[in-house]
């Protein structure tokens, strides 16, 4: 399935138009590899996505065609959420701590 359709499906992204921009912009990562929105998504990859001040990392679990709210979550498993420091003062003090 296509990155930008499985973050939608997800609900990861609200939209796909939303979750292709993003893609475009380099702020989704797959297993450690910078990914374009018409990337491959299959079960078991990781998927980092820096939101504003936050990178959030899944696990795909499963692919859907199309998925109900309720079964989206079962997408999907969030591996960590990591704040994203806004300067170098902030980045050193979050460095230190």
């Known amino acids: 399935m296509r ?3 499985f973050l939608k499906v997800s609900r990861l992204i609200k939209r796909r138009t939303l979750a292709k921009d993003v893609c475009d912009q380099g702020r989704v990562i797959i297993n ?13 990859d ?13 696990k795909v679990e499963e692919i859907k ?13 969030v591996i960590g959420e990591v704040p994203v ?13």
């Open 3 to 5: 990155l930008d359709k």
């Open 32 to 44: 450690e590899r910078a990914a374009k929105a018409s990337s491959n998504v299959k079960v078991g």
């Open 46 to 58: 990781s998927i980092s996505i820096r939101f504003g001040q936050k990178v959030v990392t899944v």
């Open 65 to 77: 065609e199309n998925a109900r709210k309720d079964e989206a979550a079962s997408m999907y498993t």
């Open 85 to 97: 420091p806004r300067d170098e003062k902030e980045e050193d003090a979050y460095l230190l701590s």
